[in-house]
């Protein structure tokens, strides 16, 4: 029996993400392999005890194409692990050298010019983009839907995401852009809020490390309302989802604990209480996400549970939405 050929991805970029999380999740699917590692920074020795160790790296997108040849790209899927900021430029060069393939990461866009100039491109050129979104391939959040689902009438949620950032990192992240991404995901792929429906967003409470936003969605959503709070400051690390059944706090539904921890193979436990009692969900949804992938780019008219440009829509709207608000709050 034949099978066919691994995928040919090329990661952009060295970071945590590319090192420590998407890299192992590649390494462990048959259907990938890793053509390379494009980074102007990375070594053989920085990356020797990772993943990405044995992988040719790259320090440009030219030296890439200069070394395996222009007619080589076009079937190869980039895999952008670059911060938001850095998207566009590096999107522009590559598809005017020829590559049709990418992942992006989220948020894909900070403002509806960047999210317009990705539409023009994707049309114009026929790209094939998916965006690295692990909750929304999560079981986790499979289940929280089919739970508050379940419950006869609304409900209100609160989504809390904490954690220190060093200062080195609040360089370049910002409230926006560092967990903010997840939290639209969870509640949009749950349906505690439809962000593609009618909703109205209010802004709280914000200063330059945290960020408190309420959103009220139509009828099609699980909630009547749901409070979302970031804080990059905060020492109390915590990843949490607290569902009512009524306005009034003291008729909790369920909770969720995001955080988790991981277990011998790699497998990410998280909890859900619900009913007097808690349910651990062993998962492993980045391996899930790249598996989604193999199915996406193999099979051109492929339908099921992968993340496209399409499908991230509401959640990119929404988040440009926020930096607008909070733009002019701060003019």
């Known amino acids: 029996m034949a099978y066919p050929a691994p995928l040919e991805v090329l990661i952009v970029g060295a970071g945590h993400y590319a090192r420590n999380l998407i890299s192992p999740k590649y390494r462990k699917n048959p259907g990938i392999h890793i053509c390379g590692v494009v980074s102007s920074s990375a ?28 007619s080589s790209i076009a079937g190869i899927i980039a895999d952008l692990c670059l911060h938001q900021t850095e ?51 999560s079981e986790i959040v499979r289940e929280l839907h089919r739970l508050i689902g379940c419950h006869d009438g609304k409900v209100t949620a609160e989504l809390n995401f904490e954690q220190c950032f060093s200062a080195a990192q609040r360089e370049k992240y910002i409230t926006t852009n560092a967990l903010l991404p997840h939290m639209l995901q969870i509640i949009h792929t749950t349906n505690i809020c439809n962000l593609s429906k009618e909703h109205e967003t209010v802004i709280l409470d ?36 607290t569902v009512y059944s009524e306005e009034s706090r003291a008729s909790q539904l369920l909770s969720a604990d995001f955080l988790g921890h991981f277990d011998d193979d790699g497998n990410e436990i998280h909890r859900i209480y619900h009913a007097g009692k808690g349910n651990d969900i062993i998962e492993d949804n980045l391996l899930a996400m790249t598996e989604e992938h193999v199915r996406f780019w193999q099979d051109d008219n492929y339908t099921g549970s992968f993340l ?12 440009i939405r926020i930096n607008r608000m909070l733009k002019d709050l701060r003019s």
């Not at 009220?216 to 989802?241: C, G, H, M, W």
């Open 87 to 137: 998207l566009n430029s590096y999107v522009e060069k590559m598809v005017e050298a020829g590559f049709r393939n990418f992942i992006l990461p989220k948020p894909i866009a900070s403002t509806e010019d960047e999210l317009h100039k990705f539409s023009t491109l994707r049309d114009q050129y026929g790209l094939k983009i998916s965006v690295a979104s692990q909750w929304f391939y």
């Open 308 to 319: 496209s440009f399409e499908r991230y829509l509401p959640v990119a709207k929404e988040q």
């Open 43 to 70: 070594t053989d020795k920085s990356l020797e005890t990772t993943s990405l160790s044995g992988v040719t790296i790259y320090k440009t997108i030219e030296d890439f194409i200069l070394y395996n040849g222009r």
């Open 206 to 241: 914000q200063c330059e490390d945290y960020l408190k936003i309420k959103i009220r969605p139509d009828n099609s959503s699980f909630a009547d309302s749901v409070i979302l709070y970031t804080d990059l400051t905060s020492q109390n690390k915590r990843r949490e989802l």
